[in-house]
Every structure is written in structure tokens, then in C-alpha cells.
T-cell receptor, first 109, second 115 residues
Framework: ELKVEQNPLFLSMQEGKNYTIYCNYS?????LYWYRQDPGKSLESLFV?????AVKQEGRLMASLDTKARLSTLHITAAVHDLSATYFC?????????FGTGTRLQVFP | NAGVMQNPRHLVRRRGQEARLRCSPM?????VYWYRQLPEEGLKFMVY????????ESGMPKERFSAEFPKEGPSILRIQQVVRGDSAAYFC?????????????FGEGSRLTVL
């Protein structure tokens, strides 16, 4: 059974700081997705990583994928309050997405 | 192009009643997925459907839960004889192609509260 684990589960960080969220998964997959969810809202697609070594950047967020290590990272650069949300990674397995536990990010002044 | 539409957005039921949640995928999308999210938790896969076919229902509870995606009309997730533990947000997602060649787009969710 595929397990997808994220860490940390909770992250409180100061504006302007950098940090990385990690997503580990237990079986082979070469498709990984990152989503953002605001409280009470739906999921917003951030990145789709389709191959080993893939790196994508959008604004202050950068995601990477290492399929050999079964690891994806979401790096936050110079955090701002608007980035406060819960971030999920999801791994493709047998035509469905299996989601990680989520990382709740709180950015404070 | 409207996104994935779910209704109702909020539903309150008493124990033992039935809940029906509807999902209209994005135009041109023929793959529908249902996920359940308990408070403070991640999304758990329930079922994957294509038009008139259930492709993968490995995440569906064995009893009381059913799903369909008819040739015409929305996909429906049906929960019979609801219990308090069914209280959750139920998200529908759709894709044009199988996900490994495209993205999954999520609806706003239906939040079920069982009294």
C-alpha cells in the first residue's frame, strides 16, 4: 500500500524566512502533484512534476522531484503572510492520486 | 469554462437519513474522482468513475456508500443511513484524461454534518 508522508505537519515561520516541506512516498511513481488548500476551501493545483529531476517554480514556491529517493520538496523563499495555508503533496498510483498528510503553514510578521 | 461544480455545498442530516452529493465535472472531462476529508486531515480516495463505469472503488466503505456517473447528468455519491462519523468534506475532482497525462481539478466540496 502506498504511503505518502509529509513533514513537518505544522510549520510556523516568520515573514522573510526560507523553509522546505518534504514529501516522502513508499512505492515507485513518477508523477507528483502539489496542492494548496485554504481553510474551508477547495484544493488549488500548484505544481505537476512529471519526471525525475523535475523542478518547477512559481513566485516564492519551488518544487522538485527525485524519483529515485522517492522524495519531493516544496521550498518557500522569503515567506509572506499570503502563503499561509495547508499544502498537500499527492502521488499518482494506479490512476488515482494518493494524498499526503498535509503541512499547515502559518506565516507571521 | 465552468470548473467542477458540486452541490449542495453544505448538507445537514440526522442519523439514519440519506445524503446525496452531486458533482458535475468540467466540460470535456469524463473521469470523476471522489475524496473524503475529515477535519484536520488529508484527502482519502474513495472512488474513481468514468461515464457509466466504476473503475476503482477501493476506498469506498463496504456498506451504505455508493457512487454512480450516468451517461447523462452529474456524478452522485450516495450515503445511506448516515452516522456521525460520516461528517466530513466530500470533494469531487475531474480530469480530461487519466491523471498521469493531465491534472486533476477539484470542486469546492460538499460539507456534510450529521447530527
Amino acid at each position: 500500500e502506498l504511503k505518502v508522508e509529509q513533514n513537518p505537519l505544522f510549520l510556523s515561520m516568520q515573514e522573510g524566512k526560507n523553509y522546505t516541506i518534504y514529501c516522502n512516498y513508499s512505492t515507485t511513481s513518477d508523477r507528483l502533484y502539489w496542492y494548496r488548500q485554504d481553510p474551508g476551501k477547495s484544493l488549488e493545483s500548484l505544481f505537476v512534476l512529471l519526471s525525475n529531476g523535475a523542478v518547477k517554480q512559481e513566485g516564492r514556491l519551488m518544487a522538485s522531484l527525485d524519483t529515485k529517493a522517492r522524495l519531493s520538496t516544496l521550498h518557500i523563499t522569503a515567506a509572506v503572510h499570503d502563503l499561509s495555508a495547508t499544502y498537500f503533496c499527492a502521488v499518482l498510483m494506479a490512476d488515482k492520486l494518493i494524498f499526503g498528510t498535509g503541512t499547515r503553514l502559518q506565516v507571521f510578521p | 469554462n465552468a470548473g467542477v461544480m458540486q452541490n449542495p455545498r453544505h448538507l445537514v442530516r440526522r442519523r439514519g437519513q440519506e445524503a446525496r452529493l452531486r458533482c458535475s465535472p468540467m466540460k470535456g472531462h469524463s473521469h470523476v474522482y471522489w475524496y473524503r476529508q475529515l477535519p484536520e486531515e488529508g484527502l482519502k480516495f474513495m472512488v474513481y468513475l468514468q461515464k457509466e463505469n466504476i473503475i476503482d472503488e477501493s476506498g469506498m466503505p463496504k456498506e451504505r456508500f455508493s457512487a454512480e456517473f450516468p451517461k447523462e447528468g452529474p456524478s452522485i455519491l450516495r450515503i445511506q443511513q448516515v452516522v456521525r462519523g460520516d461528517s466530513a468534506a466530500y470533494f469531487c475532482a475531474s480530469s480530461r484524461l487519466v491523471p498521469n497525462t493531465g491534472e486533476l481539478f477539484f470542486g469546492e466540496g460538499s460539507r456534510l454534518t450529521v447530527l
